[in-house]
């Protein structure tokens, strides 16, 4: 049931990046609540029209699962060095070159993965304590893909918890990091 739930919230999440990226290109203060969360984006700045057009937006809630037909997704990340960037709404990791996701003939080339606390997307309402969000370039069109996972409290990751010790405390903050391990 949570495949389903995932599928369909990677297909929702290369739809809704649009709004997401139209309201951080702004230099408008936006949020997630209040009079600068979503419903209010397309007012803080002529850039974000689009967020009061469409239906599938930022952040979405799944509300049920839908057969599909997909491709093959085939991951492929890699350790490397990355840059760490506070900007303000997340904490961002920018990778190095060479990570993957293919999905069917199309490959797409892993730029930065990002966190929401609490999720910023959500199944049947309900939240969960933390989101990641895997943004790919297609290395044809140069389009963005979005993986997105839902995370809950469990053992300790040694790659998560190393990359949270480093985490930027203040906006704008920059850390180099030696390794990443995406995975």
Request: aromatic share 8%; with cysteine.
């Amino acid at each position: 049931m949570y495949r389903r739930h995932l599928i369909k919230g990677l297909v929702a999440l290369g739809a809704c990046r649009i709004c997401v990226q139209a309201a951080q290109a702004t230099s408008a203060h936006w949020g997630y609540t209040g009079p600068v969360g979503p419903e209010h984006w397309a007012d803080l700045d002529k850039e974000n029209f689009v967020c009061s057009a469409g239906t599938q937006q930022s952040p979405i809630n799944i509300n049920s699962a839908v057969k599909a037909d997909i491709p093959h997704i085939a991951i492929g990340w890699h350790k490397g060095g990355g840059n760490m960037v506070n900007n303000g709404h997340t904490i961002q990791i920018n990778m190095p070159q060479g990570s993957t996701l293919t999905r069917g003939d199309r490959v797409y080339e892993l730029v930065q993965f990002h966190f929401h606390a609490p999720s910023e997307h959500h199944v049947a309402g309900k939240s969960f304590p933390m989101e990641v969000h895997f943004v790919h370039k297609d290395t044809q069109s140069g389009t963005l893909g979005v993986l997105g996972v839902f995370l809950t409290p469990g053992a300790t990751n040694a790659s998560f918890a190393a990359l949270a010790a480093a985490f930027p405390e203040l906006p704008n903050g920059e850390v180099t990091i030696d390794e990443v391990n995406p995975n």
